[in-house]
């Protein structure tokens, strides 16, 4: 069945440092979504991927994904202390099922 | 507008006991479904449902069961609760179809079998 890897699994970095996660799908995707957990909280919609290549960016947060559809980006510019938490990804698979699976999340520490 | 409501916020059941989570939405979004959370492993999905009456089984469904008899409830039943079942439940909904936008997540639910 459709999986779904994201790495790393954790990243502690330095306030103003910037970072990234990658997500890894075993099939071609349909769209690609990105979510952020907040620690005791529950996942809350960043953005979607539809196109093969397709990049978009929110203020210093850049999402990219891949020309095969089977990848995908979070990259965080000049981190702050409010973007502690931990990104998801989630894949829309090829059927017409509408089933979207998950990553297992990165979760990102930011030292002030 | 309350988005998508689960009930309990948190349980403690005795394993062999049963129960109900219940999920509901007020968007009238034909797609719900649940997922567990565990340390390390992210969302899983349990069940999903494209519409009333629909339901299919995602990447760990064994041990749970779902109906949707309705457009806005969506509960999920333990018929027999075990500790590998202790985890935070997460119901969520959205609009059918390949690229109709986000999942709507209701607050969780914290399940401890004991």
């Known amino acids: 069945g459709q999986q779904v890897m994201q790495i790393p699994q954790y990243q502690h970095v330095q306030e103003g440092e910037d970072f990234t996660t990658y997500c890894n799908s075993s099939?071609?995707?349909?769209?690609i979504q990105w979510y952020k957990q907040r620690p005791g909280g529950h996942p809350v919609f960043l953005i979607q991927?539809?196109?093969?290549?397709e990049v978009k960016k929110q203020k210093r947060l850049t999402f990219q994904f891949g020309e095969a559809k089977k990848n995908s980006s979070l990259h965080i510019t000049a981190t702050q202390t409010t973007d502690v938490g931990t990104y998801f990804c989630?894949?829309?698979?090829?059927?017409?099922?509408?089933?979207?699976?998950f990553g297992q999340g990165t979760t990102l520490q930011v030292k002030p | 507008n309350a988005g998508v409501t689960q009930t309990p916020k948190f349980q403690v059941l005795k394993t062999g006991q049963s129960m109900t989570l219940q999920c509901a939405q007020d968007?009238?979004?034909?797609?719900m479904s649940w997922y567990r959370q565990d340390p390390g492993m992210g969302l899983r999905l349990i069940h999903y449902s494209v519409g009333a009456g629909i339901t299919d089984q995602g990447e760990v469904p064994n041990g749970y069961n779902v109906s949707r008899s309705t457009t806005e409830d969506f509960p999920l039943r333990l018929l027999s609760a075990a500790p590998s079942q202790t985890s935070v439940y997460f119901c969520?909904?959205?609009?059918?179809?390949?690229?109709?936008?986000?999942?709507?997540f209701g607050e969780g639910s914290r399940l401890t079998v004991l």
């Open positions: 968007m009238n979004h034909e797609y």
């Open positions: 099939t071609t995707l349909s769209n």
């Open positions: 969520a909904s959205r609009n059918r179809g390949r690229n109709t936008g986000e999942l709507f």
């Open positions: 991927l539809v196109k093969s290549g």
């Open positions: 989630a894949g829309l698979g090829g059927s017409n099922t509408g089933k979207l699976i």
